[in-house]
């Protein structure tokens, strides 16, 4: 062994052999705070070495898959562990030197590190010296929650007209991705006398199918007990939301407006046995209804539909 690990061998020898108990308490926190320092400057090295070890290709040379899996089976660590203080060792002194001397000095510790190494390349280049410096200056302040807060918005507090910038440029993506996946499906299910709604739509398109059936969706009463399933039930609703001619097959064309709404019903609501998910599905099916009621409503070369009864 050579000397300097020997002197440090038996110096930390010497120190466990101090009587804890003995220690006033200002000591024992004077100790604690000596260890927790040697522990980060201890780690430091350890990430030197390392990353001198990969960087020399030793772990190959040794029959190992990668240096991960080395020092995985060398010291009986996890993968999860032996894989972070790679990658931790690979990016503090290239990518960000300040953070390597900062855990050296014991100012840091290694996981605050870790959350450094990890938010200062998502920083455009001509950013990062900054956002290095900012998150070692917060991190002698804030525990692992605010500065993991301030880690993930660090382009808001280094640059924030860039990150306002970002911001849009991400949200019209988004928007972009939401139209382009927009998808509407029926599917009839085999032996089964229901059909599978299925579909994705962008915000504002959502937006317009709420505006349109969020005014039926409310409880209306219904004085003749009529569910749902019943031949009169959509007469029901029609009558309970106000609409006028709600079957296409049974409207009037001289009605002055198929499309328009009277007033809402003002009854008790307690007696709607409709579940909420029931009075939405009706009420997308009445606005489907309204829809081809309207004399306006664009050719189609397809029949009607018409309601079969399973029952």
């Keep these: 062994m050579d000397r300097p690990w020997a002197a440090v061998q038996d110096a930390l020898k010497e120190c466990a052999r101090v009587s804890t108990w003995a220690r006033s308490p200002q000591e024992l926190i004077d100790d604690v705070d000596w ?108 525990g692992p929650r605010e500065s993991g807060w301030l880690a993930e918005r660090l382009l808001d507090q280094i640059a924030p007209e860039v990150a306002e910038q970002r911001a849009a440029e991400r949200l019209a993506r988004s928007e972009e991705r939401a139209y382009a996946d927009r998808c509407f499906n029926l599917t009839d299910l085999h032996g089964d006398a229901r059909v599978r709604f299925s579909g994705w739509l962008d915000r504002e398109s959502a937006a317009v ?59 008790p609501r307690d007696s709607d046995p409709r579940t909420p998910g029931q009075r939405r599905a009706d009420a997308l099916v009445e606005v489907c209804r309204l829809a081809l009621a309207c004399r306006d409503l664009p050719d189609n070369a397809e029949q009607q539909p018409r309601r079969n009864n399973y029952h």
Excluded: M
């Excluded at 260890?35 to 029959?63: F, T, W």
């Excluded at 840091?108 to 280049?125: D, F, H, R, S, Y």
């Design 209 to 267: 199918v709420r505006a349109a059936i969020d005014p039926l969706c409310a409880p209306r009463s219904n004085p003749n007990g009529a569910g749902p399933r019943d031949s009169d039930a959509r007469d029901w609703d029609a009558r309970g939301s106000g609409l006028r001619s709600p079957n296409p097959r049974t409207a009037d064309p001289r009605d002055s407006g198929p499309c328009d709404s009277g007033p809402h019903d003002s009854g």
């Design 35 to 142: 260890v927790q320092v040697l522990s980060c400057q201890l780690a430091a090295l350890n990430l030197e070495l390392l990353r001198e070890v990969d960087a020399q290709g030793i772990p190959a040379r040794l029959g190992a898959a990668n240096t991960t899996a080395w020092i995985r089976d060398r010291y009986r660590l996890s993968a999860h562990t032996a894989s972070q203080q790679v990658r931790l060792a690979a990016a503090l002194d290239p990518r960000i030197p300040e953070t390597a001397a900062a855990l050296v000095d014991g100012s840091i510790n290694v996981e605050q590190a870790q959350l450094i190494a990890k938010a200062v390349p998502t920083l455009p280049g001509q950013y990062q010296a900054d956002g290095e410096k900012f998150l070692i200056d917060q991190c002698a302040h804030l």
